[in-house]
């Protein structure tokens, strides 16, 4: 197990990228993969496809995620590929994406899945994303994520952390205690945790805050490296604090919550 986290200029995905999708929903167009607004999403006009990405030059990728998706469960054949060129017939990098089982509740809330590219050749200019079988529906991503460094703490998080969902609602109560909810149908996930560590993990975390110019901008993390489930998130506060308990000895207490993608697509 290891937390893995990423600056937000890791994202090496954007507006310099030529992206050029099988088939694209003139509504959901390609620029929605990078916005850092996953209630906004790319679509795909057919249940399969694939979306080249031409980086202009070899770009390694070691940390690779899906923000939030309507992709069904196990869905076969979905696959990130590297290549030198844009050709696809046996490319270079070739990682099957395994898509996690749905969380439970209505509405069903997918689980954004990731891979560590980091020990295998993972610098090509040309990336392709592959929908090989057909999904339900028409495929809708909310973001794409291609980071350039895996970043890891230099101590690992200390037992007791917390991982938390919000569910939204609206609800009313009358002056006799009767109360009406409405279910909003969007959840938000939270995660926080404490870590002891050195001087040199301490300036490590110091260094990722002022990256994201504290809550301002959106970092990718995944809790547990041995678990399917990566998240965009925003530094929980707007306040860093550091207890300095002795020299080379310091205790951080951090958080982070999940920008939300709004309704199920």
């Known amino acids: 197990m290891s937390f893995i986290y990423q600056w937000p200029t890791d994202q090496k995905l ?7 999708p099988s088939s694209e929903d003139a509504d959901y ?9 996953p209630a906004r999403a790319f679509k795909l006009d057919a249940t399969s496809g694939n979306i080249v990405f031409d980086f202009g030059v070899a770009t390694n990728v070691d940390v690779f995620a899906i923000v939030h998706h309507n992709l069904d469960a196990a869905l076969a054949n979905v696959k990130i590929q590297g290549n030198a060129t844009d050709s696809w017939g046996a490319p270079t990098l070739n990682q099957t994406i395994t898509i996690p089982t749905y969380e439970r509740g209505s509405p069903r809330w997918p689980v954004n899945p990731f891979l560590d590219l980091s020990a295998l050749s993972n610098s090509f200019r040309f990336w392709r994303l592959l929908f090989g079988t057909a999904n339900s529906v028409d495929v809708q991503l909310g973001q794409l994520w291609f980071g350039e460094t895996k970043r890891t703490l230099t101590n690992n998080i200390s037992w007791g952390y917390q991982d938390g969902v919000e569910r939204r609602i609206i609800e009313h109560e009358t002056d006799y205690g009767v109360t009406t909810t409405y279910d909003l149908g969007a959840k938000i996930k939270t995660w926080s945790a404490e870590i002891k560590t ?28 041995d678990v399917n489930d990566a998240r965009l998130a925003r530094w929980a506060e707007p306040v ?9 000895n310091n205790i951080i207490r951090f958080g982070w919550r999940e920008v939300s993608r709004g309704l199920v697509f």
């Open 29 to 37: 167009p390609r620029a929605n993969l990078y916005d850092s607004n």
């Open 198 to 225: 050195s001087d040199a993990g301490m300036a490590a975390v110091e260094q990722w805050w002022d990256e994201c110019n504290g809550r301002s901008l959106p970092t990718l993390i995944v809790p547990d490296s």
């Open 240 to 248: 860093r604090l550091i207890q300095r308990d002795f020299t080379n």
């Open 14 to 20: 954007g507006a310099g990228v030529t992206i050029t």
